[in-house]
């Protein structure tokens, strides 16, 4: 009887934590916060302000592993009691409905997540991932995505460095008798936990401003003006674009953006202010590869589809990711082109129909969706029920969405119902098979695209598995870039010198797929060394060292001072193709190879540290160093990293054994 009561108990302590919106809603949180990297501690005070809506005797502030100061005057919460168990803050008083109260704390913690602490080129650079992490591990704040407040944060740091936060920048001043200034930062609406954010790091900064007159800020690395320009390129036009086309004004005084060394993930939408991957910092030639257009959009949507308007539970995950997706891709369409968003479409269609023959498909109303399902299908779903209702009905539905909801939850039913009322028709239909349905309407999807798109149709025709007769004239006449990368793919051999004529994208698909370079072709498959693409340059030069070995030399020569992206892709084949040639820099071999293992180091971002482990396990000369850089990586903050390391000295262990 004692654990049925003890199970029932729990039951009703969990039911009254996820019903905790109803009873109290907390408004606003003032808080002071200094960051100690040297300790990796986090001091701070704060005072939160809330109003008791229904009857209850105590409230709760999620906060893990915090100690709290217990020696607070008599006067501070005087008509309010507290207590900590290690997880929660527990508030406690004879509350009245309707009244408003404060609470005031001092704190001090050691953050296992959310905030991490890490050192690039011996200056700190400090940041926060809420989302996935919770920001309650550094800030006493709350993991439900329900409440949302007002956080005014004033952050105190080292003068020589910039602090960034959420709001606007209101003014900074000294810290008396020390090297510290305050940062001060002003919200003016309510927000999820999970989005408040700081960075602080040795950044420069450039500013615009949007057609609605919005300050638009740009955080950049001293030493990488040359690459502002490629990196944040498009960003006022997508800014421009994406308030024009939601039909509802940014909804927040300013927007940063800025990058940060091994981020967790491409980048998170923080309000206000995104932190994104410094792998996406590149120069003009870097931007043909990769860039961070995509990226830097859907970041962007995220500031209406997720901050704004936050879903109320995984279930309606996708109202956040599958928006942020499609406003992303309509974004680039005004940039790129109609051909460049159906194939797009096409692409992520693909990708969706392996899942479901896969067996991992899943409903997008399944909290424990795939990736892929919550951002391309959500995208997806959008944009049939667009071409099923039009885009009249469509735009001013989410208009009226926003409008409605702005700075609350919603669930899936509340943007159907708006387009529904506009519609005036009934959409359950819909619903059930784009929405709720396991499988994902594959053959509907491309049916759809074969109506609205020339672009895919042609790709589609153009198949040459079979070896037809018209393959060959596909490269010669015109065809889409995509359908001519499409028969290199399945026919390198096809290539003419004629073929290397087109765009960079063809040039970057011969280097991938023509590996056995005709000696007649050489000539031309050399000139890819001198491609704007990092890709290219990468592919190229390995075939043609493994081609023709008696001009290996004049290869490694050209390409010399090519070091690529910021994992230095190109540098470190070149560092193990010259390696690998005997009597070419024969006095250099020891530095060269000193240099490789020395990519392994801590001080490295994790794709370069990846990169160089795996080409010393690729020659076999993973030495005492590396293995002991392998067993640091193993606790690195970066998930893909730690694994990665894990992994490789797994491998080691059973060559030894």
């Known amino acids: ?70 020696s607070l005057p008599d006067w501070i919460n005087s008509s309010l009691k507290y207590s900590y168990d290690g997880k929660k803050l527990w508030i406690k008083g004879d509350f009245e ?39 309650s591990h550094w800030l006493p704040s709350f993991d439900d995505v329900n409440e949302k407040i007002e956080f005014d944060l004033n952050i105190v740091f080292e003068e020589r460095y910039q602090v960034l936060s959420n709001g606007k920048f209101i003014s900074s001043g000294l810290v008396h008798h020390t090297y510290e200034r305050i940062h001060k930062f002003d919200m003016q609406k309510p927000i999820s936990s999970y989005l408040v954010a700081v960075a602080i790091g040795k950044y420069n900064k450039k500013t ?70 410094d792998a996406f910092v590149v120069d003009s030639i870097g931007f043909n590869d990769k860039n961070y257009v995509n990226v830097n959009a859907h970041e962007l949507a995220h500031q209406w ?4 308007v936050t879903a109320k539970s995984g279930e309606h995950h996708w109202l956040q990711e599958g928006f942020a997706t499609y406003y992303a891709l309509l974004a680039e369409r005004d940039i790129f082109g109609e051909d460049y968003f159906y194939f797009k479409l096409f692409e992520s269609a693909l990708d969706l129909g392996r899942q479901d023959i ?119 006449y015109y065809v889409s870039d995509d359908a001519k990368v499409k028969v290199i793919s399945q026919v390198p051999e096809l290539v003419t010198a004629d073929t290397f004529k087109n765009s960079i994208k063809v040039r970057q698909a011969i280097s991938k797929y023509v590996k056995k370079i005709p000696e007649h072709l050489k000539e031309d498959y050399e000139s890819l060394l001198d491609d704007k693409s990092y890709i290219t340059i990468e592919n190229a030069l390995y075939n043609l060292w493994t081609a023709f070995p008696e001009d290996r030399s004049k290869y490694l020569f050209k390409t010399r001072e090519i070091v690529g992206f910021s994992d ?17 820099e024969a006095d250099n071999k020891q530095a060269l190879y ?40 193993k606790s690195h903050h970066n998930w893909r990293l730690v694994k990665f390391a894990k992994e490789f000295l797994e491998q080691l262990e059973q060559k030894q054994n």
Not at 4 to 33: G, N, P
Request: charged letters at 20%; proline letters at 3%; aromatic letters at 16%.
């Open 1 to 70: 009887m004692k654990k049925i009561l003890f199970v029932l108990c729990l039951f009703l302590t969990s039911l009254s934590f996820a019903q905790q919106t109803d009873y109290v809603d907390f408004l606003k949180l003032e808080a002071t916060i200094s960051f100690h990297p040297d300790s990796s501690m986090v001091y701070g005070d704060g005072n939160y302000s809330f109003k008791i809506l229904k009857q209850i005797d105590s409230v709760y502030i999620d906060a893990i592993g915090f100690k709290f100061s217990e």
């Open 97 to 135: 409905v309707g009244k408003k109260y404060n609470f005031y704390f001092q704190y001090k913690v050691k953050p296992k997540k959310a905030l991490y602490f890490l050192k690039r080129n011996e200056n700190w650079q400090i940041w926060t991932q809420g989302q996935g992490k919770y920001t």
């Open 208 to 277: 615009e401003t949007s057609k609605s007159g919005i300050p638009l800020e740009y955080y950049y690395y001293p030493e990488d003006s040359l690459k502002v320009e490629p990196t944040y390129r498009y960003s006022r036009r997508m800014f421009d674009f994406l308030e024009e086309e939601i039909g509802f004004a940014y909804p927040w005084q300013n927007y940063k953006q800025v990058p940060v060394n091994d981020f967790l993930y491409a980048g998170m939408e923080n309000t206000s202010l995104t932190i994104f991957s």
């Open 305 to 308: 589809f997720g901050n704004l």
């Open 358 to 476: 896969a067996g991992s498909g899943t409903s997008l109303l399944n909290p424990k969706s795939s990736s892929l399902t919550f951002y391309q299908r959500g995208a997806w779903v959008l944009h049939a029920l667009r071409s099923a209702v039009g885009d009249k009905i469509f735009k001013q539905a989410v208009k009226n969405y926003l409008e409605k909801h702005q700075f609350g939850s919603v669930e899936t039913s509340d943007f159907i119902k708006e387009v529904e009322r506009l519609h005036g028709k009934s959409l359950s239909g819909f619903v059930n098979f784009w929405i709720k349905q396991k499988s994902f309407p594959a053959d509907n999807a491309f049916d759809l695209l074969k109506k609205q798109s020339t672009y895919v149709n042609e790709y589609l025709m153009v198949d040459c598995q079979a070896k037809s007769s018209k393959c060959s004239e596909y490269l010669k």
């Open 568 to 584: 230095k892709n190109v540098r470190l084949l070149w560092i193990v193709l010259n390696l690998n040639t005997p009597f070419y």
């Open 594 to 633: 000193n240099e490789l293992v020395g990519y392994t180091n801590p001080e490295n971002n994790a794709d370069l540290r990846i990169n160089a482990f795996n080409y010393l396990n690729l020659i076999n000369a993973c030495n005492a160093d590396c293995k002991s850089n392998l067993e640091a990586a």
